[in-house]
């Protein structure tokens, strides 16, 4: 599997390469060391900075913030991309460009596995100090985190942009009117 979650990395490594570089900037911001700063990488850290594990606050914000960051790209590249080829049909070499980039981007949302456990383990573990609030504050959050990282581990976060992005724009139509 891990063959085949490097192959769909280096397909969309648009997303790849700025997943990896926002992962290794909120390191950088929670002072958290970063051991190995490759990119791209034939194994289960492609697209990832391998760094050691975050405290408290530092685990939540390596893991949400590069999703959050790559979620509004991916969303406002996605937007045009669709209206242009999933709802007008029309193929310009700039709609099949920004629909590669959204795909890309969409792709690569979600942190490494093991950081979602650890981000989940230190909100929800045994002895972990984490105030209710927060965690009900952080709980929708942190289970997309751990489900999305859990589906990008098998490549499936790709299909599952290809067809959000072709319907996207069929979504914000219903939701305007």
């Known amino acids: 599997m891990v063959t085949v979650y490097?192959?769909?990395?280096?397909?969309?490594f648009p997303g790849t390469l700025l997943k990896a570089f926002l992962e290794h900037l909120f390191?950088?911001?929670?002072?958290?060391?970063?051991?190995?700063?490759e990119y791209l990488q034939r194994n289960e850290?492609?697209?990832?900075?391998?760094?050691l594990l975050?405290?408290?606050k530092g685990s939540f914000a390596i893991c949400f913030g590069p999703h959050i960051i790559m979620l509004l790209l991916g969303l406002m590249t996605a937007l045009p991309a669709s209206?242009?080829?999933g709802y007008l049909g029309s193929v310009t070499p700039a709609a099949v460009i920004l629909f590669y980039i959204a795909v890309s981007i969409l792709t690569n949302l979600f942190p490494l596995y093991e950081d979602a456990l650890h981000m989940w383990d230190h909100l929800y573990g045994e002895g972990s100090g984490s105030s209710k609030g927060s965690r009900i504050a952080l709980a929708v959050p942190a289970f997309i985190m751990?489900?999305?990282?859990?589906?990008?581990q098998y490549g499936i976060t790709l299909v599952t942009s290809i067809v959000f992005v072709w319907f996207f724009a069929y979504v914000v139509a219903k939701i305007i009117g």
Not at 146 to 152: D, P, V, W
């Open 146 to 152: 751990r489900i999305g990282s859990f589906l990008e």
């Open 27 to 37: 390191c950088r911001i929670y002072k958290v060391p970063v051991e190995f700063a």
């Open 54 to 56: 975050a405290e408290h």
């Open 6 to 12: 490097w192959i769909i990395k280096f397909l969309t």
């Open 45 to 51: 850290l492609c697209g990832h900075a391998e760094h």
């Open 83 to 85: 209206i242009g080829l």
